[in-house]
């Protein structure tokens, strides 16, 4: 799976996400992608059939908050960053 991670791919991401990189960040993006799969697939090799699921225990308890409606954004405004807007 690492040596499907390259420029193209960089790329095409960072265009969905609406970013514009660098060709010094494509690079370096490419290559932390590279470092994160391959400690995920270290991760996989690990053998964990015997090993019991750890769950967390929360012991306080929850303070809630009180559901108060308040004031929001117009549409101009939750619009205004947006390449497109209808």
């Known amino acids: 799976m690492t040596n499907q991670i390259g420029k193209e791919l960089?790329?095409?991401?960072?265009k969905l996400s609406n970013l514009k990189?660098?060709?010094?960040?494509?690079?370096?993006?490419?290559?932390?992608?590279?470092?994160?799969?391959?400690?995920?697939?270290?991760?996989?090799?690990?053998d964990v059939k015997d090993t019991l699921p750890f769950y967390?225990?929360?012991?306080?308890?929850?303070?809630?908050?009180?559901?108060i409606p308040t004031g929001s954004i117009t549409n101009e405004e939750a619009l205004k960053n947006a390449t497109q807007a209808e």
């Open 10 to 14: 960089i790329e095409k991401v960072a």
């Open 21 to 46: 990189l660098k060709e010094e960040e494509i690079e370096l993006f490419s290559n932390q992608f590279k470092d994160i799969l391959s400690f995920i697939d270290k991760l996989n090799e690990v």
């Open 56 to 67: 967390e225990l929360q012991i306080e308890e929850k303070s809630e908050r009180e559901d």
